[in-house]
Structure formats: structure tokens, C-alpha cells
């Protein structure tokens, strides 16, 4: 199973940056894993902007994939149990997961249809760009519990 997380825009903070380039890197030593940033939409208002992103986002998804949105109102696992959730999908067969975090707005309406599933980290909301890093942490550490590396404790 390849696991892809999207996101929109580049990371305007170096700490941030930093931090996803290193989760990234882990991830890619775990699994078949790729992190792919989508070009920054420009429009003169909330509603332009997220119709937008909704075209790239659908235009780049494939039916197959199964794609899974970062949204306060989705699904909130604890780690162990997100773990679970990934293993259960690599037993399915499932080609590709995308992951994929919004932008500062949110989703249009058409990427909540398209949707295989919900992730919520918290019912807090978080900037679109720190998510990045919390995911990226969360995401690497799934693996490890998979795996049974020494990276979380109970």
C-alpha cells in the first residue's frame, strides 16, 4: 500500500519545515510512503479559494484511491488504535491512501462527497500548516507501533 499525504501550499515556517522533512524522511524507511505539496491557489475570496482546490485535488485523485480528509468533525483515534486503522487498510489491498489536509478554509463541498473517510487529530482546530507536522508525527508513529520499534509507550 502506497500512503500519500497532500497538502496545499508550501509551509510558510522553517521550524515546521524542518520538522516534516525529518517525520517524512522516517516514513520513508517504514513504508511505501510520499508527501506531495500542492501548488497555492490565488483568489479574491473564502468561496473562490476552496472551489479551486477542490478542482486541483479532483482532478489529481483517482477513483481507486481511497482519500482520506484531515477534518475536525472526522473520525479521532488514539494512537494504538490508528495504528489498527492503517493495518486494517494494508488488508484490504488498497493501492493508494491519500491523506490529505485542507487549506486555511477548509473543504469545498465536492471533496467531502469524494471522501472514503474523516480524520480528526482533536476537536481543536489547528492551522492547515502545523497539522502537517502533527500528522506527519502521528502517521510515523502508527509504523512504529505496527512494526514494534521502540518509539511510543503505553
Same mark, same amino acid.
Given at each position: 500500500?502506497?500512503?500519500?499525504?497532500?497538502?496545499?501550499?508550501?509551509?510558510?515556517?522553517?521550524?515546521?519545515?524542518?520538522?516534516?522533512?525529518?517525520?517524512?524522511?522516517?516514513?520513508?524507511?517504514?513504508?511505501?510512503? $510520499?508527501?506531495?505539496?500542492?501548488?497555492?491557489?490565488?483568489?479574491?475570496?473564502?468561496?473562490?479559494?476552496?472551489?479551486?482546490?477542490?478542482?486541483q485535488? *479532483?482532478?489529481?485523485?483517482?477513483?481507486?484511491?481511497? *482519500?482520506?480528509?484531515?477534518?475536525?468533525?472526522?473520525?479521532?483515534?488514539?494512537?494504538?488504535?490508528?495504528?489498527?486503522?492503517?493495518?486494517?487498510?494494508?488488508m484490504?489491498?488498497?493501492?493508494?491512501?491519500?491523506?490529505?489536509?485542507?487549506?486555511?478554509?477548509?473543504f469545498?463541498?465536492?471533496?467531502?462527497?469524494?471522501?472514503?473517510?474523516?480524520?480528526? *487529530?482533536?476537536?481543536?482546530?489547528?492551522?492547515?500548516?502545523?497539522?502537517?507536522?502533527?500528522? *506527519?508525527? $502521528?502517521?510515523?508513529?502508527?509504523?512504529?507501533?505496527?512494526?514494534?520499534?521502540?518509539?511510543?509507550?503505553?
Amino acid at each position: 500500500m502506497k500512503i500519500e499525504f497532500w497538502v496545499l501550499g508550501k509551509t510558510s515556517f522553517k521550524y515546521l519545515d524542518d520538522g516534516i522533512k525529518d517525520y517524512s524522511k522516517r516514513l520513508e524507511r517504514l513504508t511505501d510512503f $510520499q508527501m506531495l505539496v500542492l501548488p497555492d491557489i490565488k483568489a479574491s475570496d473564502a468561496k473562490s479559494f476552496i472551489l479551486k482546490e477542490a478542482k486541483q485535488v *479532483l482532478e489529481k485523485v483517482k477513483p481507486e484511491d481511497q *482519500l482520506i480528509l484531515l477534518d475536525e468533525r472526522g473520525k479521532t483515534f488514539s494512537s494504538i488504535q490508528f495504528a489498527k486503522e492503517i493495518e486494517k487498510r494494508q488488508m484490504l489491498l488498497q493501492k493508494k491512501v491519500i491523506f490529505l489536509v485542507g487549506g486555511a478554509y477548509g473543504f469545498d463541498e465536492s471533496i467531502y462527497n469524494r471522501a472514503n473517510a474523516m480524520l480528526s *487529530l482533536s476537536p481543536m482546530t489547528f492551522s492547515h500548516q502545523i497539522i502537517r507536522l502533527l500528522f *506527519l508525527e $502521528q502517521l510515523y508513529r502508527g509504523f512504529t507501533i505496527i512494526k514494534g520499534l521502540p518509539y511510543h509507550h503505553e
